[in-house]
């Protein structure tokens, strides 16, 4: 079975600077998606950007960008010029391309930005 | 992005009684939707994946008498928790999709479940 795996329980960032989220995945698919979710306080998830396996170009959205290594298995989350809105729970996701259902979850890494 | 609704946001209930949720998208179909657990500062869970019209995929471990699911229509599925027990208070959160593993998955604000 897929695994996800996040090794930061907890990160910290000064207002202003630019912090690397790390997210590892086991799998023996070739195809499939990989996202991060955000969590805020009010616990709803945001979807804060994804990725397709096939795409060798890394997904950009605005201020957040991912650096994915598919021979690595590794899909990690920067965030530029960090806001204190960006504080929060990341959760790194893993999506089969060929199994709707299985979508896995890493435990998650809580960012707290320091103004 | 799409919009994924769930009522209600906060229920408190004896232990014994059945509690329902509902879980709306409100301005796309979905195709499929999932349930899941989150126990304080823990991941996300999956708990069972449901397709319109069709029996739900439970997970390993979930009890499907437990934890009934029904995907009646394109745009609600709902959860009952039937005889709640304290252990079952969590928070419960339902996500959809409109297609296939390529489409984004969107989730609703969750709903916390206290079982006294």
């Known amino acids: 079975a897929q695994t996800v795996t996040q090794s930061q329980p907890e990160m910290s960032v000064q207002e202003a600077e630019t912090v690397t989220l790390s997210c590892t995945y086991d799998?023996?698919?070739?195809?499939?998606?990989l996202f991060w979710y955000k969590q805020p306080p009010s616990r709803q998830m945001i979807l804060v950007i994804r990725?397709?396996?096939?795409?060798?170009q890394n997904a950009t959205e605005n201020r957040f960008s991912v650096n994915f290594q598919k021979a690595a298995k590794s899909f990690s989350l920067k965030i530029s010029d960090s806001q204190l809105g960006d504080a929060a729970m990341y959760f790194c996701a893993y999506r089969s391309s060929y199994n709707n259902n299985d979508m896995r979850f890493g435990a998650g890494t809580r960012l707290t930005v320091k103004p | 992005g799409a919009v994924v609704s769930q009522h209600p946001s906060r229920v408190i209930c004896k232990s014994g009684t059945s509690v329902k949720i509902e879980c709306r998208s409100l301005d796309f179909q979905a195709t499929t939707m999932f349930w899941y657990r989150q126990f304080p500062k823990k991941s996300l869970m999956l708990m069972a994946t449901?397709?319109?019209?069709?029996?739900?995929?439970?997970e390993q471990g979930v009890e499907k008498d437990k934890f009934l699911i029904n995907h009646a229509s394109l745009t609600l599925s709902t959860l009952t928790v039937t005889s709640a027990h304290p252990e079952d208070s969590s928070f419960y959160i339902c996500?959809?999709?409109?297609?296939?593993?390529?489409?984004?998955?969107?989730f609703g604000p969750g709903t916390r479940l206290l079982v006294l």
């Open positions: 996500s959809a999709i409109a297609g296939g593993p390529e489409e984004t998955q969107y």
């Open positions: 990725q397709e396996a096939y795409k060798q």
């Open positions: 799998t023996s698919e070739s195809d499939y998606y």
């Open positions: 449901s397709n319109e019209g069709s029996k739900a995929t439970y």
